[in-house]
């Protein structure tokens, strides 16, 4: 059974900096990798979706990396603004089976002026 | 393009009363899911249709939750009865992703804003 885990829980920084968030899969034989934004009170956006045979999906701020082998990937924000906060939850979709997208607890980001 | 439409957006029942969810997924998704997410978790998946077929349920409580897609479209959650620990935020989501072992090129999930469920 696939496990995420995403590292930190939560996190606050000043406005400006560049971060990066974690997130770790149990099981590597993954179809996809996809990393949403969830504001408060709301449904979750779809940021970044890396498949499996890519290392890494870039849109403006945001990079998400993949590495299989070691079960990770992470999410880097360049240049963070207050707007960025939100909460952060990467999901995994195991190859095999029923292709169900498994989230993690998500990253609680709040970027201060 | 219009989105993933859910309703109601709050509700407020009390134990052992029963409560329904609508979804209504982007147009031409076959795919559609329902996942719980409790306060301060990350969502679980509690169904996923392809199509007006159910290919994952094994998570969903089948005691007391039950769910249908008629029509391959719309679709409906039903609590019955309602516990105080299935308090939590009803997501649904779709995905323009085909029959099982053929994949589009998108496989991005859309989620709708969730209906908020409150047992008392």
């Known amino acids: ?113 | 393009e219009a989105g993933v439409a859910q309703s109601p957006r709050y509700k407020i029942i009390e134990k052992r009363q029963s409560v329904a969810f609508w979804c209504n997924p982007i147009s031409g998704h076959a795919t559609l899911y329902w996942y719980q997410q409790i306060l301060g978790q990350g969502p679980k998946l509690l169904i996923q249709f392809q199509n007006n077929g159910v290919v994952d349920d094994s998570q969903l409580p089948k005691d007391r939750f039950s769910a249908e897609r008629l029509k391959g479209v719309d679709s409906t959650l039903k609590i019955q009865p309602a516990k105080l620990e299935d308090s939590a935020v009803y997501l649904c989501a779709s995905s323009p992703r085909g029959p099982q072992g053929r994949f589009g090129t998108n496989e991005k999930l859309f989620f709708g804003s969730g209906t908020q469920l409150s047992v008392l």
């Open chain 1, 1 to 113: 059974k696939q496990e995420v885990t995403q590292i930190p829980a939560a996190l606050s920084v000043p406005e400006g900096e560049n971060l990066v968030l974690n997130c770790s899969f149990t099981d590597s034989a993954i179809y996809n990798l996809q990393w949403f934004r969830q504001d408060p009170g709301k449904g979750l956006t779809s940021l970044l979706l890396i498949q499996s045979s890519q290392r890494e999906q870039t849109s403006g701020r945001l990079n998400a990396s993949l590495d299989k082998s070691s079960g990770r990937s992470t999410l880097y924000i360049a240049a963070s603004q207050p707007g960025d906060s939100a909460t952060y939850l990467c999901a995994v979709t195991t190859s095999g089976g029923s292709y169900i997208p498994t989230f993690g607890r998500g990253t609680s980001l709040i970027v201060h002026p």
